[in-house]
């Protein structure tokens, strides 16, 4: 008797916990109701990051009833049936448009081919998928080639500035292998060792955790007494990899020529920028999550009767607390760098 | 003289575990000579070796657990990754006071590393309580909390990786004092000394043999079998729990995506590496351990050949393979069978070169 009495409870515990974990897909919004807005309807993949939070934040505000929009938002928990069973509940609403943030890259056909044949335009956001162009109508996306380009064309003025003839001894901690993240950043690292004559070390994967990064660079140090400069795939391989300098008695900062280790980042996530305020990070590019100002441009042309760009990529800044460089030139193309204070880091959204 | 035989038969089942920590070892002296150097860098000793028996350790930690679950239950605990997500979570958002980021304590460290452990124990009574009481499969009970641990840990976190820089707080993963060995190395060997005690002086390792023979028989010779398997599921818990606080404590922080992501399955393979089988009975914790060891041995000695990443999984499986096919009842009856003839010829083939040379 008491067992069973015990076996109720601690089912009904876990259903409780259960049920508050992963509840029902959300949705906000009624549906079509107002003639004079133009109804959108925008599958994210989840809530899993604050990079990913401050995206939803960002596409909510544009998308808001003052700017002539009827926004239903559903969040797929990354799970991609949640995501395709979104879709189909915008195309029975006979939504104006559907913007998706696709969680994986494949089995989007049989989806994207409903939405055209009903006619509603489809916009990608943030990641690529494998399915035919023709199926949706345009996609945005981060350039991550080309933030790589930018961090190395950095590293390069940095040290040209700098007046240092030495030898450049890298290091890339690259993040997970496959992710197109890692693919485009790593591509940048290579191009840019080969062209200005960088010695790399050492590639190894620190898939973008902390506790990785630490790890494969605490390996590194003990096979390479020589590194003086670090690019990480992100922030917190970053992070794992000055502990692991510090722990091998070496020091962390911008002055090469002392023997200190430089460190490149990117994502610029809050806790990656105060480290580079205060000098750990020399420049951080960013991985920019605000899509929403970009997307609902997009929405307006189409309305307008315009056409969109099948591929374009968001603008991307770069942070460093060094004043040394303003600007970096990739490609014939000059992007300005942004002096990092804490006024900047506080207005932030994420 | 029953003591003596014991004491054989115990060596002769760590052979092939111990045979394939050294083969991992031995192939770094000839790839990277300098693998076995230990300096002193910072008040700290410093090299490849410490490297692995300080990484190791969350392994081994688990590995003991899982060796007691698997012998009692002949089934495996697959929560023991969420698990330590879970506590951990739970720890740095005490000592966070539920903030995302901060620079100074909210409570005690040791409170919050009992609240972890707490909730442990309690992920520990309910696989307990579904393998014991309830007799469903192990795998399928801890399956439960392999998919909700996680979803628990993040939603404590609030979705976000909690920030704990207090440098009190990493003492649990680096180092603690003046003292030269990281810390996490002499949690280990305190958790497999207090487990080795506690299976020495009480009954408990003959109970749990016993249940993982023969359950029916146990519950004949008067034992009760769910009370055991309760004991184990707990205690793989706890150690769970205990390797998250680590985990935390490296990283001063919790990323509940990733701590102990696919620790369960090392640790199963730990459990195989140490000669043991899944299938429940005898067991030998210290097989786990040196399974343990020579799986982080493995990953520690691929980053010093500077295996390039995407290499390295294939690697990996190769050397296991290899390792768990030496170990197949197949193999062992040939080697047997075989062996000690062929090592003879080797052996006196190997002397006569050297004292040729």
């Known amino acids: 008797m008491k067992t069973r009495a015990l076996a109720a409870g601690l089912w009904g515990l876990l259903a409780i916990i259960l049920l508050s974990a992963c509840g029902a897909p959300a949705e906000t919004g009624e549906g079509v109701s107002d003639d004079s807005l ?26 808001s009833e003052e700017n002539g929009f009827n926004l239903i938002f559903s969040d797929a928990q990354q799970k991609q049936e949640n995501q395709i069973k979104a879709v189909r509940d915008f195309i029975s609403q006979d939504v104006d448009y559907i913007i998706i943030d696709p969680i994986t890259e494949s089995g989007w056909d049989q989806s994207l081919k409903e939405a055209s044949d009903a006619g509603i335009p489809v916009i990608l956001v943030d990641r690529a998928v494998d399915a035919d162009e023709s199926l949706y109508t345009a996609a945005i996306g981060s350039d991550f080639e080309l933030e790589g380009k930018k961090a190395c064309a950095y590293l390069k003025a940095y040290l040209d500035k700098m007046s240092y003839k030495g030898e450049v001894n890298i290091v890339d901690i690259q993040g997970t292998i496959g992710a197109s993240a890692t693919i485009g950043r790593s591509k940048a690292f290579d191009d840019a060792a080969k062209k200005y004559g960088w010695n790399v070390l050492a590639q190894e994967t620190g898939e973008f955790t902390q506790a990785k990064g630490q790890e494969v660079m605490e390996s590194i140090l003990k096979r390479h007494d020589n590194v003086n400069v670090v690019y990480c795939e992100n922030d917190n391989e970053a992070f794992g990899v000055r502990d692991a300098i510090e722990s091998a008695g070496k020091k962390v900062g911008n002055n090469i020529e002392k023997g200190e280790i430089i460190l490149l980042s990117f994502d610029t996530t809050r806790a990656g920028l105060t480290e580079t305020l205060n000098g750990t990070i020399l420049v951080n590019t960013e991985c920019n999550p605000l899509y929403g100002e970009r997307l609902a441009s997009m929405v307006k042309t189409l309305e307008e009767g315009g056409t969109l760009e099948k591929h374009t990529y968001i603008d991307e800044d770069q942070y460093s607390a060094n004043e040394l460089v303003k600007s970096v030139t990739v490609d014939g193309k000059t992007y300005p760098v942004t002096i990092l204070t804490q006024e900047i880091l506080d207005e932030r959204p994420y | 003289m029953k003591k003596l035989s014991f004491s054989l038969s115990l060596n002769r089942e760590l052979i092939l575990p111990v045979f394939c920590l050294l083969t991992v070892l031995l192939i770094n002296l000839v790839k990277t000579p300098d693998f076995f150097d230990i300096s002193l860098t910072n008040g700290a000793y410093y090299g490849f070796i410490i490297d692995i028996i300080n990484r190791g350790s969350e392994l081994a ?21 969420a698990v330590a997500a879970l506590s951990a979570a739970v720890i740095t958002n005490i000592l966070s006071g539920g903030e995302a980021a901060v620079n100074e304590l909210h409570a005690p460290i040791l409170l919050a590393i009992g609240a972890g452990l707490f909730s442990a124990l309690l992920c520990g009574i309910w696989n307990g309580f579904l393998v014991a009481r309830l007799k469903i499969q192990p795998m399928v009970a801890t399956l439960i909390l392999y998919t909700a641990g996680r979803g628990i840990a ?11 820089r207090v440098n009190a707080y990493r003492i649990l993963g680096t180092n603690f004092g003046n003292n030269p060995l990281p810390t996490p190395i002499y949690i280990s060997i305190a958790v497999m000394i207090i487990t080795g005690l506690f299976l020495k002086f009480t009954s408990f390792g003959l109970y749990a043999k016993t249940v993982g023979i023969n359950s029916e028989a146990a519950k004949l010779a008067g034992l009760n079998p769910g009370t055991i398997k309760f004991i184990a599921y707990i205690v793989c818990a706890m150690l769970a729990g205990l390797a998250g606080a680590i985990y935390s404590s490296r990283i001063y922080s919790c990323d509940a995506n990733n701590i102990g992501l696919n620790v369960e399955v090392d640790a199963i393979l730990a459990v195989i590496l140490g000669g043991n089988q899944l299938s429940g009975g005898k067991f030998s914790i210290a097989g786990s351990v040196i399974g343990a060891y020579t799986i982080q041995a493995l990953t520690t000695s691929l980053y010093a050949f500077g295996m390039p990443s995407a290499h390295m999984p294939v690697c990996k499986a ?21 062996g000690k003839k062929y090592f003879k010829t080797v052996f006196k083939t190997v002397f006569k070169e050297a004292a040729g040379v």
């Open chain 1, 38 to 63: 133009i109804t959108v309807g925008f599958s994210q993949v989840g809530a899993e990051s604050d990079w990913r939070t401050s995206c939803t934040n960002s596409v909510m505000e544009a998308f």
């Open chain 2, 61 to 81: 930690i688990i590995s003991v657990g899982m060796t007691l679950a698997v012998s009692v239950s002949g089934g495996v605990d697959i929560s023991v990754g």
């Open chain 2, 318 to 338: 190769l050397v296991i393979a290899a390792s768990i096919s030496l170990q197949s009842p197949v193999v062992k009856r040939l080697l047997n069978k075989h």
């Open chain 2, 154 to 164: 993040q939603l404590i976190c609030g979705g976000q990786i909690t920030y704990v």
